[in-house]
């Protein structure tokens, strides 16, 4: 898994374009469209995972080093102390400088509600400059990662989980994006909806905590049970976001309710659904798999996550197997090893 080439090399400043079409055009496979956001991939998917370092690590190395997710989800709240919020910073760039040489991205869960499944809202508060001190903060670990950051800021929005209000969630989304392009961080923002958990409401309503085109780089949203694959709902949003010109990230993945022990039972049900998801829907452009056992982290964190499953892809050798051989396709891009991070450095 190690690279010969360890060193941190300058950051990539080009963006990966499009694949030989005898390589793309494989079955079932649209060619990308192209939108021009920041951090795009060009025809390519990122392969990306987490969510702790742990979860990670253990996923990664089922992968061999060519083929290692350049996504790697980490997660920090606004709403923490800004001595909390420094810790995480340096936290991360150690997780990120242990990884033997592959220059992953972070795609960073950036929240501001208090509390677990029936959170207290904090967006007007925030909007009103009450944790600017933890926004910079927060600023100062994405700058010392040396590297491009996506940025999903107050995921899941709409959840009732949140509680977030639409006018003050928009204000704070602003005010963070406007002090993170201040200091011209390599960054992307990722408008990321709760999908089919937080019961798919409408196109109108989602809307109302649209910030605008000018402030959201990607639209991202979060996929689970196997059910959500063929909801109405979902396609009107990747339509939607087509229309916006905006590239979609799978923020969050997992095979909740159906789990990896099933062996072909969970890949028919809900792996294969996904990969043909991923294939067919050209601006889907990014991924992210949660690689849990979700009872452990529900009592680790108090969430009601008792009976989502065993998302451990090393659990189970044929799901493990298909996975790794479908991720292989030169359809999804992954870390470099020893080299540039495969992405532009972008500025504001």
């Known amino acids: ?14 963006f990966i374009f499009a694949l030989p079409a005898a390589v793309v055009l494989g ?7 192209e939108f021009g956001a920041r951090l795009e991939p060009g025809n390519r998917i990122i392969h990306g995972a987490g969510q702790d370092a742990k979860g990670f690590d253990d996923y990664r190395h089922q992968f061999d080093a060519a083929h290692q997710p350049l996504i790697y989800m980490t997660y920090i709240g606004l709403c923490h102390p ?12 150690g997780e990120l400088a242990a990884m033997a040489g592959h220059e992953m991205v972070p795609q960073i869960g950036l929240n501001f509600s208090a509390g677990n499944d029936n959170g207290q809202g ?11 001190a933890q926004i910079a903060a927060f600023a100062d670990g994405v700058a010392s990662f040396g590297r491009p950051v996506f940025i999903r800021i107050g995921y899941e929005f709409e959840g009732n989980w949140n509680n977030y209000q639409p006018a003050t969630f928009v204000k704070a989304w602003v005010r963070i994006t406007r002090m993170l392009r201040d200091r011209k961080l390599p960054f992307a923002t ?10 798919w409401p409408s196109m109108n309503r989602l809307n109302e905590f649209y910030p605008g085109d000018e402030w959201v780089d990607w639209w991202g949203v979060d996929i689970f049970s196997a059910d959500e694959f063929t909801k109405p709902e979902l396609a009107i949003f990747l339509d939607a976001a087509r229309a916006h010109h905006k590239p979609v990230a799978i923020g969050e993945m997992t095979p909740r309710f159906v789990s990896v022990l099933r062996g072909a039972k969970s890949w028919e049900s809900w792996f294969e659904p996904m990969i043909a998801l991923l294939k067919r829907r050209p601006e889907i452009k ?3 798999y949660i690689n849990w056992e979700w009872k452990e982290w529900s009592d680790r ?12 892809i090393e659990r189970n050798p044929l799901v493990r197997d298909r996975w790794v051989q479908e991720l292989s396709d030169p359809i999804f891009l992954h870390a470099e090893c020893g080299g540039a991070v495969p992405l ?5």
């Open 301 to 312: 964190l108090g969430f009601t996550w008792h009976d989502w499953g065993d998302a451990r």
């Open 82 to 93: 800004v001595a909390e919020v420094a810790e995480w910073g340096v936290r991360v760039r």
């Open 27 to 33: 079955e079932g496979y649209m060619p990308r469209v």
């Open 190 to 199: 990722v408008w990321c909806a709760a999908g089919a958990s937080s019961g």
């Open 344 to 348: 532009p450095r972008v500025q504001p």
């Open 122 to 132: 904090l967006d007007g508060e925030l909007a009103a400059g009450k944790f600017d």
């Open 286 to 288: 990014a991924t992210a």
């Open 1 to 14: 898994m190690s690279c010969l080439n360890s060193s941190f090399r300058r950051l990539a400043s080009v």
